[in-house]
């Protein structure tokens, strides 16, 4: 055989075969010769904005622990589930990830993570609030440990834009007729300028007093009189404009007017942390907004749609130093910092006793936005219901009051499907 | 047996050894990358892919056998039909336009004229742009106060306050528009390259018997292209079919499902719900049906033989 022959076999060989040896199962045990243990922790989107600041607890932690090694990967947020579940089916897992509340409850049903409680003492949980933790409690296990959340909505509202429709800034909507009514003058005296963007979601349902199941949960009840009337209102508002014509999309991210665009005039509530993105989007809206206490019924009740969570997998070969880590990354003290640096809340109760919750001065919007929050904190429940499919449900939901506001069917046509749908679900 | 015939028989084995000694194995030592790569990645996944869709499967726990089950959902399913007959409008709206109005462009960047090369680079350059980038800056144009109706309004259609992606009835030819703009300038090259092919001579003889602009484009570029359009036409039917990126980032298969297509659902199902039996059985239900389009728009451009 001459050289050019064995060259093209060898190509050939490692055209054939490199690729496949890449596929190939790299096992590494995660403890290091020397006793170190190795952990894989990885976190949604906060690298860019908040990177020194987790960098800073993984270099404390390390040092407080010379045995432990930590390795953070940082996730960009709309991949976060997928590349979780991939990591599952692999024998590459990480160890602490963070999750949303609401994927927990996607795969809870695969018990594929570890329960927190069985990991740690009880006792560990006991800075956490309560609701929080029950939030995250599925059939008496606790699968994971409540980091931040967004803090309850708050309402806000531009304050140039009110001006010019001849409406006073310092006397914002309270209740969603007043929404309705100002979101109505405000499109016919500025046609380019809509409401806002709200529409009836269950978090706005559950606000408003009005329930979503029956007492023993075993009936979707959100079809009855009250429930129509109320949603009835949002179609009218969103026919002349008090809610804008982009409102009806599927995601948040999508939406057509907004305060970035000076085509949105106020929301009833809005996460505190949205106005980082206007800041820096938009940074000449800021001083034009003004928040106030977010538009509820009348109990003033106002309810999160999930909070960022850490959970433990099943196939962590360190559970329990996974969990102590998580533990620590939640502690009071960490978690202060943390809402130092961005609008959010902690899921500590010592963090809320903190000066920098309970005495601050006001300096700007965010520190506006937080004095209110602090003050309807008491008020926070959680849209968490522990069905089923609970997301896939919710969507369902959502769904149908999309065809309302679009006018695809009446209010109780696009209610009763939405039951009907939930009950024969609740059923099985 | 007499001598004559042992040694006819002799030569034929030996023939025969020869034969088989002379075998050549090098180009299937060639060919071994590509079906080592190939099935590894391609037709062991689909083999895989088949037997979930018999089974019940949610990645997270080992897949369950369940008979035809997805296939019957399937046919119950309003959202797959709804997701099927987008797929079939995205098809009818987008594959004329690519298939034609690319002929044209190159029809004109065909001529020789100072500064040619430049007039198709600017109609090659949305092939290139990434799809994302395209969409997002699109979604700008449909926005209600944005260019599109702005453009309308200045021709005279004052009321024109059209909420393209956000419409039921305009956002599926809103999206065919825009992936019919990304992908012309691909088409056109291949046209391109098909109309340099054609014989200079014929052109010349259709001109001396007095044959008009029109009629040399209908008799006698068309019939020449006949090959060119068989690889168009089964290019853009497999594209159109499997519409999925402009959807997912303008609308999201929204409003209420209006422009969901079925390589969207697919997605839905699997990687959001996880459901991947049900995901598979519909993908293999994809499959089958852009093998049909594949044979009958083979058949209809008659296997790709140009007329001579």
């Given at each position: 055989m001459n050289r050019k022959k064995v060259v093209g076999l060898l190509m050939i060989f490692l055209l054939s075969f490199i690729p496949l040896l890449a596929c190939a199962p790299d096992k590494e045990s995660t403890t290091e010769k020397d006793g170190t243990i190795e952990l894989e922790f990885w976190t949604i989107n906060l690298k860019k904005n908040f990177g020194d600041y987790i960098q800073g607890i993984v270099?404390?932690?390390?040092?407080?622990?010379?045995?432990?090694?930590?390795?953070?990967?940082?996730?960009?947020?709309?991949?976060?589930?997928?590349?979780?579940?991939?990591?599952?089916?692999?024998?590459?897992?990480?160890?602490?990830?963070?999750?949303?509340?609401?994927?927990?409850?996607?795969?809870?049903?695969?018990?594929?993570?570890?329960?927190i409680d069985k990991l740690v003492d009880e006792k560990e949980l006991d800075p956490y609030i309560d609701g929080l933790v029950e939030g995250l409690t599925f059939n008496e296990n606790v699968l994971g440990i409540p980091w931040y959340h967004g803090g309850p909505p708050v309402g806000m509202l531009n304050t140039e834009i009110y001006e010019k429709a001849g409406l006073d800034p310092d006397s914002p909507p309270q209740t969603w007729d007043e929404y309705m009514e100002m979101g109505k003058q405000i499109h016919e005296k500025l046609p380019d300028v809509y409401g806002g963007n709200d529409i009836p979601t269950m978090e706005v349902l559950i606000g408003q007093g009005l329930p979503i199941l029956n007492e023993d949960r075993t009936k979707a009840v959100f079809n009855s009189?009250?429930?129509?009337?109320?949603?009835?209102?949002?179609?009218?508002?969103?026919?002349?404009?008090?809610i804008a014509s982009g409102a009806v999309t599927e995601d948040d991210r999508q939406l057509q007017q907004t305060f970035e665009n000076g085509q949105q005039a106020h929301t009833g509530q809005k996460v505190a942390s949205?106005?980082?993105?206007?800041?820096?989007?938009?940074?000449?809206?800021?001083?034009?907004?003004?928040?106030?206490?977010?538009?509820?019924?009348?109990?003033?009740?106002?309810?999160?749609?999930?909070?960022?969570?850490?959970?433990?997998?099943?196939?962590?070969?360190?559970?329990?130093?996974?969990?102590?880590?998580?533990?620590?990354?939640?502690?009071?003290?960490?978690?202060?910092?943390?809402?130092?640096?961005?609008?959010?809340?902690?899921?500590?109760?010592?963090?809320?006793?903190?000066?920098?919750?309970?005495?601050?001065?006001?300096?700007?919007?965010?520190?506006?936005?937080?004095?209110?929050?602090?003050?309807?904190?008491?008020?926070?429940?959680?849209?968490?219901?522990?069905?089923?499919?609970?997301?896939?449900?919710?969507?369902?939901?959502?769904?149908?009051?999309?065809?309302?506001?679009?006018?695809?069917?009446?209010?109780?046509?696009?209610?009763?499907?939405?039951?009907?749908?939930?009950?024969?679900?609740?059923?099985? | 047996m007499n001598q004559v015939e042992t040694t006819v028989r002799h030569s034929v084995v030996t023939e025969r050894k020869k034969r088989k000694r002379k075998f050549n194995f090098v180009p299937y030592i060639f060919l071994l990358p590509a079906i080592v790569l190939l099935s590894t990645f391609e037709?062991?996944?689909?083999?895989?892919?088949?037997?979930?869709?018999f089974t019940e499967y949610h990645v997270l726990a080992p897949p369950e056998w369940i008979g035809i089950e997805n296939y019957r959902t399937m046919m119950n399913d309003d959202k797959f039909w709804k997701a099927l007959g987008n797929s079939m409008?995205?098809?009818?709206?987008?594959?004329?336009?690519?298939?034609i109005l690319p002929l044209f462009l190159a029809i004109l960047v065909n001529r020789k004229l100072k500064g040619i090369n430049f007039f198709r680079l600017i109609y090659y350059l949305p092939v290139v742009t990434a799809m994302v980038a395209v969409a997002i800056m699109w979604k700008y144009l449909y926005h209600p106060s944005g260019l599109i109706n702005a453009f309308l309004q200045g021709i005279g259609f004052e009321n024109a306050d059209i909420n393209w992606l956000l419409n039921t009835n305009a956002a599926i030819p809103a999206i065919s528009i825009l992936e019919a703009w990304?992908?012309?300038?691909?088409?056109?090259?291949?046209?391109?390259?098909?109309?340099?092919?054609?014989?200079?001579?014929?052109i010349e003889a259709a001109r001396i018997d007095g044959a008009s602009p029109i009629k040399i484009l209908w008799h006698v570029y068309l019939p020449q292209l006949r090959p060119v359009f068989a690889v168009t036409l089964v290019m853009a039917t497999l594209g159109t079919i499997q519409m999925f990126t402009s959807i997912y980032i303008m609308t999201g298969g929204g409003p209420l499902d209006s422009t969901m297509s079925l390589p969207l659902y697919i997605y839905q199902k699997a990687f959001v719900e996880l459901d991947m039996g049900y995901a598979t059985a519909m993908g293999m239900v994809l499959w089958v049906i852009l093998m049909i389009l594949t044979v009958i728009n083979y058949k209809i451009s008659r296997g790709g033989h140009s007329v001579q």
């Open positions: 270099d404390e932690y390390e040092k407080e622990n010379p045995n432990v090694k930590i390795n953070w990967v940082d996730v960009p947020g709309a991949d976060v589930t997928k590349k979780f579940i991939t990591a599952l089916k692999s024998e590459e897992v990480p160890d602490v990830v963070n999750l949303a509340s609401t994927d927990i409850s996607l795969i809870r049903s695969y018990n594929v993570l570890n329960p009189k009250e429930h129509v009337d109320f949603v009835e209102m949002f179609v009218k508002g969103y026919k002349n404009g008090a949205g106005l980082v993105s206007i800041e820096k989007n938009a940074p000449s809206v800021i001083p034009k907004l003004k928040v106030f206490k977010p538009v509820t019924g009348s109990e003033g009740k106002v309810a999160l749609g999930g909070i960022q969570t850490f959970v433990v997998p099943k196939k962590s070969e360190h559970p329990e130093e996974a969990a102590k880590f998580a533990l620590y990354v939640t502690n009071a003290k960490n978690q202060l910092e943390f809402t130092k640096l961005v609008a959010i809340f902690p899921s500590t109760e010592e963090t809320l006793k903190d000066p920098f919750f309970t005495d601050f001065e006001v300096k700007n919007i965010h520190d506006e936005a937080r004095k209110i929050m602090v003050e309807i904190s008491p008020k926070l429940t959680i849209n968490t219901l522990g069905i089923e499919k609970e997301e896939e449900l919710k969507e369902v939901y959502l769904e149908q009051i999309r065809a309302a506001l679009l006018g695809e069917k009446s209010t109780q046509e696009a209610l009763d499907t939405a039951v009907e749908h939930w009950n024969e679900a609740l059923s099985k | 037709y062991l996944p689909t083999i895989n892919a088949f037997y979930y869709s409008k995205y098809f009818l709206i987008t594959v004329p336009m690519i298939i990304k992908a012309m300038g691909f088409y056109m090259l291949i046209y391109l390259a098909g109309l340099q092919a054609v014989s200079k001579d014929l």
